[in-house]
T-cell receptor, first 114, second 113 residues
Framework: DSGVTQTPKHLITATGQRVTLRCSPRSGDLSVYWYQQSLDQGLQFLIQYYNGEERAKGNILERFSAQQFPDLHSELNLSSLELGDSALYFC?????????????FGPGTRLTVL | GESVGLHLPTLSVQEGDNSIINCAYSNSASDYFIWYKQESGKGPQFIIDIRSNMDKRQGQRVTVLLNKTVKHLSLQIAATQPGDSAVYFCAENMQGGSEKLVFGKGTKLTVNP
């Protein structure tokens, strides 16, 4: 158990809908990262927050957004869902904003868009 | 562009044998590399990391080798056990960049009893 929690574990929804994925980092970790894992693209970095502020952005679609709250939990919002958004979404956390801080991954949320 | 790839998508070994998982990276600006293990239904789990100023690092039953000349990374697992069966990913982080990791496609390791 990494100490990172994600809810829900599974999510099934329809195209065009909007969903929110939640992540609670390890106690004391200030950085939260979101990754998408699909069969064809592998693990792709989406976005990072550090202590409430956006720190880095990857290939995140404009339909996707995220935020980190004062209690350091983070939410990833996916809107206007398409079939191709079906994937595993992982949250990871690390102690701080240093490059070599180990990123600890949560168990993931499996999103299925029908 | 950014890419981290793996030579073999699958690897099958006998229990007790040593396993070697390879990874080729394309970005010479990367200065930090990590191996993750992902078991079925779980998130990636950190195994070991190495900085670009090193060519070898050892952990418990695992060794990572880095060859910057040919941009190659390998993970060696000694005395492979059935519990080592998983998908293994190498990831890289670029010098001067953010903390984001660029992951390879993964190698599935199967350990046969």
């Amino acid at each position: 158990d990494s100490g990172v929690t994600q809810t829900p574990k599974h999510l099934i929804t329809a195209t065009g809908q909007r969903v929110t994925l939640r992540c609670s980092p390890r106690s004391g970790d200030l950085s939260v990262y979101w990754y998408q894992q699909s069969l064809d693209q592998g693990l792709q970095f989406l976005i990072q927050y550090y202590n409430g502020e956006e720190r880095a952005k990857g290939n995140i679609l404009e339909r996707f957004s995220a935020q980190q709250f004062p209690d350091l939990h983070s939410e990833l919002n996916l809107s206007s869902l398409e079939l191709g958004d079906s994937a595993l979404y992982f949250c990871a956390s690390s102690v701080g904003g240093r490059k070599r801080d180990t990123q600890y991954f949560g168990p993931g949320t499996r999103l299925t868009v029908l | 562009g950014e890419s981290v790839g793996l030579h073999l998508p699958t690897l099958s070994v006998q229990e007790g044998d040593n396993s070697i998982i390879n990874c080729a990276y394309s970005n010479s600006a990367s200065d930090y590399f990590i191996w993750y293990k992902q078991e079925s239904g779980k998130g990636p789990q950190f195994i070991i990391d190495i900085r670009s100023n090193m060519d070898k690092r050892q952990g418990q039953r695992v060794t990572v080798l880095l060859n910057k000349t040919v941009k190659h990374l390998s993970l060696q697992i000694a005395a492979t056990q059935p519990g080592d069966s998983a998908v293994y990913f190498c990831a890289e982080n670029m010098q001067g960049g953010s903390e984001k990791l660029v992951f390879g496609k993964g190698t599935k390791l199967t350990v046969n009893p």
